[in-house]
């Protein structure tokens, strides 16, 4: 539990987000909907996201932006009090 | 009643009403309901004034699909389908000067829009694609196989959905619109249903091009969640309402008919209609309830991008279409022999064929499917009731 919110967010991510080859040239910013993160994926990866991080997303964050890279997803988990350590 | 509503009315009673049995059996488009409503300019209503429309609103729209879904399901479904076009077009143009120009021509010379969002081969998802848009220096080539485009021959424009480029993933897709002129169609599969005959929903391969300036610059994840779902359900649920009303009124007619020749007797199919109307009044809740919301929310991307909003549009197309069917069931079994006959003042052949295809165009199936995974992710509803 020790590594940064965002590489936490990415090994999530990668089980978790049905994404189809190229996952290691995605950088925290890049879009993950035009990397083929599909809508029916994106709830799943939210499941994933609060089962990891022992969080519920509450109503106004879950919308396609919140999942829309890395960057965005640990914002988002942040907001709800996700504390990274120092990266 | 809005003047467009009352234009829509005259030509729903007086046109679209008289040929809709020929329409329907000869499985043809309904070609003089369709130069009417041009002629009362009733395509553009949604075009704003900023481009020379009248800047109608939703609801204006969804009342002229309800009272054209009492006189001629096809013609209501044709007005239906391309105003969900131009509503995606109207919410996510921009300031893309093509885009702009094209409503202008809209308005100016009535464009019917047709839609190509299926696709052969992604399993009836229309939210991936196969086909993508081939860009070279500014222009694009688009080879799109779709297993439906509905009056596609009868259209000036198509709306095209595909991936954004040849290197994108299946779910990373723009919609393009493509003037008539500027595509090729070929038949690969005629239109010969059960109902809803004058759609004229053929099978093509659609091959077309165009300069990238058509394509709509909103991702269509956008345009889908934030207009092309939303006014969807809410326009099927209008026409579907109209639809239903229309049963009831002839079973309705059949039963004052039966009090008149026994009065004092109550006709067998007097309760029967009794409770059908209930069913009817709910139908029109749900509609109406929707479309506030959708009103409502309008203003906010994020509401209209949230599941809950999701959910309840997708529900809206479950329960309409499914009071349909039932509605005009009981119509056909309160008017008995005179509803199953196809030369009956009282016959609910036509009406009970069409309604059939709401459950299955976009099979509520799908539907239930797409909102048990968005469930997954929905909270308890924390809005006060009143």
Redesign the interface.
């Known amino acids: 539990m020790s590594a940064p919110l965002k590489v936490r967010v990415r090994a999530v991510l990668k089980t978790a987000g049905s994404l189809q080859g190229g996952f290691d040239a995605l950088e925290d910013s890049s879009d993950l909907h035009a990397a083929g993160l599909t809508s029916h994926a994106t709830v799943s990866l939210m499941l994933a996201l609060e089962e990891a991080f022992d969080v519920e997303f509450p109503d106004r964050l879950l919308r396609r932006k919140t999942f829309s890279s890395i960057d965005a997803i640990a914002d988002a988990l942040a907001e709800i009090g996700v504390r990274d350590v120092a990266a | 009643m809005t003047p467009w509503l009352a234009a829509a009315r005259a030509v729903g009673c007086e046109i679209a009403g008289r040929y809709a049995d020929d329409v329907d059996a000869q499985a043809r488009f309904p070609s003089e309901a369709l130069s009417a409503l041009k002629e009362q300019g009733l395509l553009g209503i949604l075009v704003p004034e900023s481009e020379g429309g009248p800047g109608a609103d939703i609801a204006a729209v969804v009342s002229i699909c309800h009272e054209l879904g009492r006189h001629c399901a096809s013609t209501a479904m044709i007005y239906a389908m391309h105003q969900i076009q131009v509503a995606c077009i109207v919410r996510h143009a921009g300031p893309n000067p093509w885009l702009r120009e094209f409503m202008r021509r809209l308005v100016r010379e009535q464009l019917l829009l047709a839609s190509a969002t299926s696709e052969a081969g992604v399993g009836g998802d229309v939210?991936?694609s196969i086909c993508a848009l081939d860009e070279r220096r500014g222009k694009f080539t688009l080879t799109k196989q779709a297993p439906v485009i509905s009056y596609g021959e009868h259209c000036d424009a198509i709306l095209v959905t595909a991936r954004?480029t040849l290197q994108?993933?299946?779910?990373?897709q723009v919609i393009v619109v493509v003037p008539r002129a500027d595509a090729s169609l070929q038949v690969q599969e005629s239109w010969n249903t059960l109902g809803m005959r004058g759609t004229c929903s053929n099978g093509y391969r659609l091959a077309a091009e165009g300069e990238m300036a058509q394509v709509i610059p909103a991702?269509y994840?956008?345009v889908s969640?934030q207009t092309m779902l939303p006014t969807s359900h809410l326009v099927w649920g209008a026409l579907w309402l109209g639809l239903a009303t229309e049963a009831l009124s002839r079973a309705r007619s059949f039963v004052r008919t039966e009090a008149k020749k026994k009065p004092g007797v109550p006709p067998v199919g007097a309760a029967r209609l009794a409770a059908a109307g209930v069913e009817l009044q709910s139908m029109k809740g749900d509609v109406l309830s929707c479309l506030r919301r959708y009103m409502d929310a309008s203003a906010s991307e994020?509401t209209l991008?949230?599941?809950?909003f999701a959910v309840a549009m997708n529900n809206l197309k479950i329960l309409s279409s499914g009071k349909l069917v039932r509605i005009v069931g009981e119509a056909m079994l309160i008017c008995g022999l005179e509803g199953y006959r196809n030369d009956s003042a009282f016959s609910i052949g036509r009406l009970l064929r069409d309604a059939h295809s709401a459950v299955v165009m976009v099979s509520n199936d799908r539907i239930a499917a797409?909102n048990a995974?968005?469930g997954?992710?929905l909270?308890d509803d924390?809005e006060p009731l009143a």
């Open positions: 939210r991936t954004r994108s993933p299946p779910s990373d991702p994840a956008d969640a994020d991008a949230g599941i809950p797409n995974n968005l997954l992710a909270r924390p």
